[in-house]
């Protein structure tokens, strides 16, 4: 277990430092501008809305490919993050965004089933993941993304992962 007179400040430098870490194993998510809100370990992942992500200039929509990743990266950080979270408060693992390495391997996607509720519009999505089940070879997760109102969802996925081995 951690030391519990750890001060705050590094605990929380050292979770942040993990999710950069996580993200930079994601290469796709930098030219996305994806990036991740954290407020202890709930993630929520951010596509801050570009030019460069409209798929139909006409509806100007966001590209169901964009999509579909901003869904897909999100569902891994999270499986990732909850793989990782009691070793990482531990002190089992101190990962930083440096040291990309340090972290355990990103799960591999088996399959990804994307609904496409209605178009993204021109403006910044956000999704959230949920772990629906985890176990040591297999986890299937959930994602929701939503642009101005939580409620009223643009695209969900379901997807299926090969969890690494544990080395």
């Given at each position: ?72 990266t999100a569902a891994i950080i999270e ?54 089940r985890s176990g040591r070879r297999y ?29």
């Open positions: 277990m951690a030391d519990r007179n750890e001060p705050l400040s590094q605990i929380k430098s050292r979770r942040d430092g993990a999710l950069a870490a996580l993200v930079a194993g994601v290469p796709y998510t930098r030219w996305l501008g994806i990036h991740f809100d954290r407020r202890g370990d709930e993630l929520t992942g951010i596509l801050p809305f570009d030019e460069k992500l409209i798929g139909n200039p006409f509806l100007r929509a966001i590209h169901g490919g964009v999509t579909a990743a901003f869904l897909e499986l990732s993050w909850t793989a990782m979270w009691d070793d990482l408060e531990a002190g089992r693992i101190t990962p930083g965004a440096s040291q990309p390495d340090s972290l355990p391997r990103l799960p591999k996607t088996i399959d990804f089933t994307i609904d496409y509720l209605r178009s993204g519009l021109p403006r910044d999505s956000y999704a959230r993941a949920r772990v629906v986890a299937s997760v959930h994602v929701e993304a939503w642009q101005d109102n939580r409620a009223r969802l643009f695209a969900q996925a379901t997807g299926h992962f090969l969890m690494p081995p544990n080395d």
